[in-house]
């Protein structure tokens, strides 16, 4: 006589299954008992995409929503403008990941964000990508996210705020990651002027060098927390570089990373001496050399920071690595083969030496 197996045994069986849609959507066909357990993988990250039609057919899946699968939905992907009528949205209620990219700002909507105030009580992290989006629109979405602790934003025209417009009382935990890229200046005066603070343990800021001053403010506010900071001022050539950061009071800085071409050498120089070697463990260089780029210019431009990472590893046992990577803009040569003696010598000096991918290590 067979005896059927515990429920918890089949959730065991599909929980492994987690990572293959093909299976699950079959054990959806064999038992209606099976079909929330396999939901709770199928839709756990959703996709809407107005140009793929995504959300005209999910509106024909789920006519009514109260039924849908959103509530299994944990990270929410939405490119799409959404209308006063878009109610639906709002059963994406247990999210922790949310995405809003190409969300175009339209004069004749008003309050376009309004939709995914307060979406999800349990969301953490939050990616808008947007343009002309005023920023009190946007500070008003990510107050509206208690729990928040990791905040990506690009950022591009969104330097007004709305007439009569009133700051939030409140702001998030802030305890995650912090990544700024682009238009970084007003998203940095938004998020600087917030009430609850800025206790970001990470910090990733890719701008134009013309808004060194807000990342410095923004290193500058989360020193007392920051724990691993990457920063990649563009383009390198266009003006003087900034005066250096001031890492000095980042008491519990672990991991710093620099992108960037040689003319920044001397800057990154002058930057890592500000540092708090007690606690600093990794030093990360991202390095693009011009294919026109003399042996003689690069060992020139090397030769102090040569001496700095010595000095680094030999006392304090910080471990540095050197990446190479290629740009969009311009043709590359590897470092090596431009300066074929510099390499075994940074090796020498305990430097890791490898090509990297600039974005996927993002």
């Known amino acids: 006589m067979s005896h059927p197996l515990p429920p918890e045994i089949f959730d065991l069986i599909i929980d492994c299954l987690c990572n293959e849609p093909a299976t699950l959507k079959a054990c959806c066909l064999v038992s209606k008992s099976w079909v929330p357990r396999t939901r709770k993988h199928l839709f756990a990250s959703v996709y809407l995409h107005i140009c793929r039609s995504t959300i005209r057919l999910w509106m024909k899946a789920f006519p009514d ?31 922790e990941r949310l995405t809003v990219h190409a969300f175009d700002w339209d004069e004749t909507v008003e309050a376009p964000l309004v939709r995914l105030h307060g979406l999800s009580p349990t969301l953490k992290y939050l990616h808008l990508v947007h343009y002309s989006i005023p920023l009190s629109d946007i500070l008003d979405l990510v107050c509206s996210f208690p729990l928040l602790e990791d905040l990506t934003l690009r950022c ?7 007439d009569g417009w009133v700051a939030p009382s409140t702001s998030p935990k802030f305890t995650g990651t912090l990544f700024l890229m682009d238009e970084i200046r007003s998203a940095a005066r938004g998020l600087l002027a917030l009430p609850g603070g800025l206790h970001f343990t990470n910090v990733v800021l890719l701008c134009p060098i013309e808004h060194a001053e807000s990342a410095m403010d923004l290193v500058s506010r989360c020193s007392d927390t920051l724990e691993s900071l990457c920063i990649n001022y563009y383009p390198p050539r266009s003006s003087e570089m900034p005066p250096p950061l001031d890492l000095s009071r980042a008491a519990k800085l672990k991991h710093v990373e620099f992108r960037f071409e040689m003319p920044d050498v001397q800057w990154i ?15 990360t260089l991202f390095s693009s050399v011009p294919f026109d780029t003399v042996e003689e210019v690069i060992r020139m431009e090397w030769q102090n920071l040569d001496h700095l990472l010595a000095r680094l590893w030999t006392a304090h046992s910080i471990v ?11 043709e590359l040569v590897d470092l090596g083969e431009a300066a074929p003696g510099l390499l075994p010598k940074l090796v020498n000096m305990g430097v890791v030496c490898e090509a990297g991918d600039y974005w996927q290590s993002l």
């Open 65 to 95: 929503p109260s039924n849908s699968p959103a509530h299994y939905t944990r990270h929410l992907w939405i490119s799409e403008q959404l209308a006063a009528e878009s109610t639906w949205i709002r059963f994406f209620c247990r999210v």
């Open 156 to 162: 591009e025209g969104s330097e007004r705020d709305r």
């Open 269 to 283: 120089v002058a930057t890592l001496e500000t540092a708090e070697t007690n606690t600093l463990q990794q030093i």
């Open 320 to 330: 540095p690595e050197l990446k190479y990577t290629p740009t969009l803009e311009m």
